[in-house]
């Protein structure tokens, strides 16, 4: 009996020590029960308030590809721009090379024009004096004739009184003499006036 006795005491002894143990154990169980409901609780906020972020970046991403789009879009306008921007560069570099052999051209041109002109003037510069020598000499010899003329009419005037004076005279002794030296005189003067006609 009392071994027995002493048995069922160490049993009730390793009894309530494992009791103890597990009593332990519960309470360290409920102690992190506690403690999970507690973090449950906060994990629940963070989750919360990450989900509500994840709604906020998806919001910005949405955005984000939104405006990617839009900037893809200007993108591709800009390249056609450029495109357009870059034919129009080889456009007007062409017209500027051939505005530029067009310049040569006219350049030359004009050079051969004012050396031609310049060369014409000189001709003509030569040739006005020429002519106004010329005129110079016809100018003379017109007032040359004028003076020839005059004094031949002058000459006839006085023949003309002087043959008046004699003609009585000189008519019975040189009639054809007399006659026939004015009739000279006067086509020499008429000969002379149509010389200085011509020279007029």
């Known amino acids: 009996i009392d071994v027995n006795i002493n048995k069922l005491k160490r049993d009730n002894e390793e009894k309530e020590k494992l009791c103890a143990q597990l009593r332990g154990e519960w309470t360290r169980r409920e102690t992190e029960y506690l403690t999970l409901v507690q973090q449950s609780s906060g994990m629940a906020e963070v989750i919360s ?14 955005r984000l590809q939104t405006n990617t789009q839009i900037h893809e879009k200007e993108i591709k306008v800009i390249e056609i721009n450029l495109k357009n921007l870059g ?8 017209l500027l090379k051939l505005h530029k052999t067009s310049k040569q051209k006219l350049e ?93």
């Open 49 to 62: 308030k990450q989900r509500n972020e994840v709604i906020v970046l998806d919001q910005k991403k949405l």
């Open 87 to 94: 034919t129009e560069m080889n456009k007007l570099n062409a």
């Open 108 to 200: 030359q041109d004009n050079y051969n024009i004012e050396k031609e002109f310049g060369q014409r003037l000189k001709d003509l510069e030569i040739e006005t004096t020429s002519l106004e020598a010329k005129a110079q000499d016809l100018k003379e010899e017109k007032a040359d004739l004028l003076t020839q003329i005059v004094e031949a009419e002058r000459q006839i005037l006085l023949w003309e009184r002087k043959i008046e004076l004699e003609r009585k005279m000189q008519e019975e002794i040189k009639p054809d003499f007399e006659k026939g030296s004015i009739q000279k005189m006067k086509e020499d003067i008429h000969s002379m006036k149509l010389k200085y006609e011509d020279l007029k």
